[in-house]
């Protein structure tokens, strides 16, 4: 099976993570981070936000980068 593409790191900030890939937010959120919009989101990590919200990091990054894939048409 192959492995997701990494579109997106833990060590990426949030606001960055939503302007680079719009569409990001819709898993963002499906995930537990609710606060993509909310200015502290703007300057945190996502490890750091996925620690905040008690979510298991490698689950946000699986899925996120996995979402970016099928929907920003991305190729890895």
């Keep these: ?8 790191t833990k060590d990426m ?7 680079k890939y719009p569409s990001s937010m819709y898993a963002l ?8 919009g909310c ?3 703007q300057g ?7 620690m905040v919200h008690g979510l298991n990091l490698d689950d946000v990054l699986i899925n996120v980068n ?3 894939l099928e929907k920003e048409d991305l190729k890895a």
Aim: hydrophobic letters at 50%; aromatic letters at 6%; a negative charge.
């Design 1 to 8: 099976m192959a492995e997701t593409p990494q579109f997106v």
């Design 44 to 50: 945190e990590t996502l490890e750091q936000a996925a």
């Design 29 to 36: 959120m499906a995930c537990g981070l609710g606060c993509v």
């Design 39 to 41: 200015p502290s989101a």
């Design 66 to 68: 996995q979402w970016i």
């Design 13 to 19: 900030i949030m606001g960055d993570i939503i302007r």
